[in-house]
């Protein structure tokens, strides 16, 4: 067998440790020594990084040692037969490498380092006394040495280290990389984050080049003067964007399949649960245009009440208008402080139900705080809108939300991390100080590792237990997506805001997890998820409000009855629902097979036809040599006689 090419190999884990300052008298017994040789015996290369305040050991494996760990987890992975077999180290040039060369993804390769971290035990005939901090305690037979010093303290965290050569590459060719606008180096993201940031990159950016199309229609529709025909140009506009959102969500499920076949990702062949609807059924959709009202008769009027309604509003408001976006924000920070507690009690309420996965109880959290986002998000606004009928006015608080809203998420989730990283120098500067008795003399922090510990992790705002940091990204996008399709009409260029906004959200989010937080544990993942489900709810929405926003800004003369203008309105939306559940009911099921480009499917076919060929070929050897031995014993009984 040819062995592969044995891969470079970094340092990917740390262990943070408590800093000796007087050494103990028996170093065989001690805490650190008995780690650290542990971690050398299980194939592990250490090395030892003294910090200011703590000590560091930093974990590398060699591919060998990978390997072995992988064929103790029994993992499956892609042969070049096209199955997934149970991985074997023995027989290793039967499977694929991963596109950039390495056997192992990042996701394998930190399950396997977990495996070989928090598998060490105690496999001698005695108990092993360890001592820390002038304390005895015992490591007795088959108990686990890691969460043994975890619960005595003595090991403080665990965590995945940046490799220094790979995030400066994808600093320079991602996160600072402005000219490519929204291109991105997904395959190297994939390699080192893992699938699911990879999948939510992918997302971000295909939803963002495609977010051109309705920016460039709407600046044109905001801008020209149609004339005769500008009451038409909204009910156009309308039906573009509903077309344009229920294409994007069809050609997102093809790139989805296509980013799974080339990361050698498998996936059932069922229904996926993050492409189903929720629920809904097509009986059960209430129009809310259940009476609409006449078009008028004088088309100078309707102009006047057009452009009074849907331009520009260039009055200078002064004080008022500041003092509008200053109360604006306050709102916004306190629905955040509110909702994230009503977060917290979702989370405890998640642990009586009866999920049967994590990903399951995952989704349920992201509907649960969806909705309560939704409601105070949408509350005020649908106010002005239904209530008020006040377009003016709507278009003011649609303005002053959506830029208030991302300047200030975008300066939370950017100078949060820093501040969290300067506060935690800070401390560790502040008690070094207080032990050595001097005020005086610059302390600095010279280990990259130590400087990594001290930054924050990639958290959920909500359940970190549930869900990592991509929840409040996927959660400001939503937002968004449903702010600028519910109000489209009365707000056209909110599209070429939130254009802008995402280009500058790829690269932020990029520049965030490169530099300011730590290296994410890696998760497992398919789709995005549960956050289609809502980008499809949020486009049934925007079929409704926005035909009840054309109808009532049809009805300047106050009366009820249906005519043909405001028919067509009414036509409009049952045509719009039934484009949309015609996607995702009447095509075939809504899964990533049925969405796969062609290649992938060809791909698919053949590799399964080669492993039917191998199997058939297999079975066949196994029932002829069974055959054969079967022979030779009636044969050998026959002498016998």
């Known amino acids: 067998m040819n062995r592969i090419e044995e891969e ?24 650190l020594e008995v780690l650290v040789d542990e971690f050398t015996k299980v194939g592990l290369i250490v090395e030892r990084v003294q910090g200011v305040a703590d000590e560091f050991i930093k974990l590398a494996a060699p591919l060998e040692t990978l390997g072995r760990a992988a064929a103790e987890l029994k993992l499956k992975k892609r042969t070049h037969i096209g199955m997934d077999l149970q991985f074997e180290w023995e027989e290793v040039d039967a499977f694929v490498k991963q596109h950039d060369g390495s056997l192992f993804s990042w996701f394998e390769r930190f399950h396997c380092y977990n495996h070989l ?3 060490i035990v105690n496999k001698s005939k005695s108990a092993v006394t360890l001592t820390y901090d002038g304390k005895e305690f015992c490591w007795e037979v088959g108990e686990n040495l890691v969460p043994k010093l975890e619960s005595v303290h003595f090991i403080k965290q665990v965590f995945p280290l940046h490799d220094e050569m790979k995030r400066k590459k994808l600093l320079k060719n991602w996160a600072l990389n402005w000219w490519d606008i929204t291109d991105q180096p997904i395959d190297e993201i994939y390699s080192y984050f893992g699938a699911k940031i990879a999948i ?11 977010m051109f199309f309705p920016a460039a229609f709407a600046i044109t529709v905001q801008l020209i003067d149609f004339g005769s025909l500008q009451l038409l140009v909204l009910p156009i506009f309308f039906i573009g964007i509903i077309l344009w959102a229920v294409m994007f969500s069809q050609f997102w499920k093809r790139k989805n399949s296509a980013l799974l076949a080339r990361w050698q990702i498998s996936y059932s062949v069922g229904v996926e649960p993050g492409y189903k ?11 809310p245009v259940k009476a609409l009202r006449k078009w008028g008769t004088d088309k100078t009027n309707e102009k006047e009440v057009y452009q009074r309604s849907f331009f520009w509003h260039k009055k200078d408001e002064g004080l008022e208008g500041l003092s509008r976006f200053g109360l604006t924000a306050v709102y916004l920070f306190a629905i955040q402080r509110f909702t994230r507690i009503g977060g917290k009690i979702s989370v405890k309420l998640i642990k009586y139900e009866n999920n ?3 990903e399951k109880r995952a989704d349920s959290l992201v509907y649960k705080v969806f909705g309560l986002y939704f409601m105070q998000t949408y509350i005020g606004v649908f106010y002005h809108a239904l209530l008020h009928r006040n377009f003016l006015t709507l278009r003011q608080v649609l303005i002053q939300r959506l830029l208030i809203s991302e300047v200030l998420e975008n300066l939370l989730e950017n100078s949060l991390p820093y ?10 500067r502040k008690k070094k100080r207080r032990e050595k008795g001097s005020s005086t003399g610059k302390i600095q922090f010279s280990s990259r590792v130590e400087k990594e510990y001290l930054k924050p992790s990639y958290t959920a705002s909500i359940g970190e237990e549930l869900e990592d940091g991509l929840f409040d990204d996927c959660l400001e996008l939503a937002l968004q997506f449903g702010m600028i399709m519910m109000f489209a009409c009365a707000f056209p260029l909110a599209f070429a805001f939130a254009t802008l906004n995402n280009i500058t959200e790829i690269r932020t989010d990029a520049l965030k997890l490169l530099a300011m937080l730590k290296r994410p544990v890696p998760r497992a993942a398919t789709t995005i998820g549960a956050w289609l489900n809502i980008f499809q709810f949020l486009i049934v929405m925007s079929i409704c409000t926005n035909c009840a926003f054309l109808a009532w800004f049809y009805d300047h003369e106050g009366k009820w009855s249906i005519e043909p203008g405001l028919a067509i309105i009414l036509v409009i939306e049952h045509i719009l629902l039934l484009i949309k559940f015609g996607f995702s009911r009447f095509v075939p099921e809504v899964t990533l097979v049925s969405f796969e480009p062609a290649w992938v499917r060809a791909n698919r076919v053949k590799n399964a036809t080669q492993a039917q060929d191998v199997c058939s070929k297999q079975l ?3 029932i002829s040599g069974g055959r054969k031995m079967f022979g030779k014993v009636k044969e050998s009984e026959k002498n016998d006689l």
């Open 200 to 210: 939510y990159f992918a997302f971000l950016g295909m939803y963002t080049r495609w």
């Open 8 to 31: 470079q190999t970094a340092f990917e884990i740390g262990v943070v440790v408590p800093k000796r300052n007087v050494e103990e008298e028996n170093e065989d017994c001690n805490c």
């Open 277 to 287: 609807l929720l629920g809904m059924e097509w009986g059960s959709l209430q129009s």
């Open 356 to 358: 049967e996965t994590a």
């Open 620 to 622: 066949l050897r196994t």
């Open 419 to 428: 501040l969290k990283y300067s506060y935690k120098k800070y401390r560790v």
């Open 117 to 119: 971290i928090y598998g």
